[in-house]
């Protein structure tokens, strides 16, 4: 099963709308949009959706890197730098799926997309790093 359809299952499976654990404290509502093809998370502000094919680049990222993938800092680093390289999932997702370039700011969206795939059961968070463990080497 793919990324993207865990998570379309598993908030089907809680009414379509469910509370996220953070990795260290708090929570967060997801809400899915199949229609529209998001999740609407209440963690981001005016920019609460995330596009479902964000999990399918996520994904293609994993299977690439064998498992394992930088989270990407986008809080201190500019895209493609070392801190957030184009490689990390937070530079993959917003060079891919949000068409930023190398050079640039990115809005930060990690928390809401690897606690979705942590919640999902299709990952792990590691330390700076999230892992698929049927992937990992």
């Known amino acids: 099963m793919t990324y993207r359809q865990a998570i379309i299952d598993l908030l089907q499976e809680h009414g379509g709308v469910a509370?996220?654990?953070?990795?260290?404290?708090?929570?967060?509502?997801?809400?899915?949009?199949?229609?529209n093809g998001y999740v609407h998370v209440d963690n981001l502000g005016?920019?609460?959706k995330i596009p479902l094919r964000v999990f399918d680049e996520i994904e293609?990222?994993?299977?690439?890197?064998?498992g394992k993938a930088l989270r990407g800092d986008a809080m201190n680093c500019r895209?493609?730098?070392?801190?957030?390289?184009?490689?990390?999932?937070e530079g993959r997702v917003a060079h891919k799926v949000f068409d930023r370039k190398e050079g640039g700011i990115v809005f930060r969206r990690i928390t809401p997309m690897s606690c979705?795939?942590?919640?999902?059961?299709?990952?792990?968070?590691?330390?700076?790093?999230?892992?698929d463990p049927s992937l990992a080497q």
Not at 20 to 33: C, E, H, V
Not at 60 to 66: C, D
Not at 79 to 89: A, E, I, R, Y
């Open 116 to 131: 979705l795939l942590v919640w999902a059961g299709v990952c792990v968070h590691g330390k700076g790093v999230l892992i």
């Open 60 to 66: 293609n990222l994993l299977q690439h890197k064998n």
């Open 19 to 35: 509370k996220i654990p953070k990795r260290r404290q708090g929570s967060f509502t997801a809400q899915l949009d199949l229609e």
């Open 46 to 48: 005016n920019s609460s």
């Open 79 to 89: 895209l493609g730098t070392t801190g957030l390289p184009l490689d990390s999932v």
